[in-house]
């Protein structure tokens, strides 16, 4: 078994401006592994660490304490798509990354040819990328990773701000990615939207992790307790469409 990522006892502890906690501590001794080439969904209410955790493992913050084993370098899709679009096309964007990576103009082109049309959207090679969709820039960010040759590949939050369709595209792309051997990781507190695509399921609460395991061990659970939905949860009536308590 070989694994793409491997935490060991994992501390992330931020200052504050506060008189009486002078630190947070946004991660508490997190340790976990993840096997190459699976799908593993990270869930968790909003500052439960999910975040924090996947920064350090993409390399863009330090831990406080503890070790962290990566097989490569991991490439991130951020929550908002639309803030890591450097082109003012996707055709121009994309080849941001193999450009700095020193390769040649002729190759460049190949690569941003393959990547785009790997996310379905050579067609729109030269549309500009302000104008795409919530799913078409999620999209265009991941051509931009794969364009960079990453292994390893993180979506935080990949449903937000998207309709229906634009959640298709994404699962559609993380099932050709997984497909390809790539090892995906997925941030998210939308459970019911992508928790089928899992070989693995971590729960992080209040800076720890609460749940290591298979997503099927996890949903008898009290998901709720931990400030997230669970995803059997079903519509029947009209009066089931409100959230309360």
Known sequence: MKHAVIVNNLIKIFPTESQENKYHVA?????????????????????????????????????????????????????D????????????????????????????????????????LLQKADYPAEFLSGGEKRRLAVASIMAMKRDIIIFDEPFANLDYNGVLEVNAIIKKLHEQGKTILLLTHELEK????????????????????????????????????NPFTSYKTISDLVWSK
């Open 27 to 79: 991660l508490n001794k997190v340790s976990f592994s993840i096997e190459q080439g699976s799908i593993t969904v990270v869930g968790g209410a909003n500052g439960s660490g999910k975040t924090v955790l996947m920064n350090i493992i993409a390399g863009l913050i330090e831990p406080s304490d503890g070790k962290i084993t990566v097989s490569s370098r991991p490439g991130l899709i951020f929550q």
């Open 81 to 120: 798509a639309a803030t890591q679009i450097l082109g003012d096309t996707p055709r121009e964007d994309v080849a941001v990354g193999p450009k700095n990576l020193g390769y040649k103009k002729k190759e460049t082109s190949a690569i941003v040819e393959e990547c785009l049309t790997k996310v379905s």
């Open 194 to 229: 992508c928790l089928g695509l899992a070989d693995h399921f971590l729960i992080m609460y209040k800076g720890k992790l609460v749940f290591d395991g298979l997503p099927e061990d996890a949903l008898s659970l009290s998901l709720e307790n931990w400030g997230i939905r």
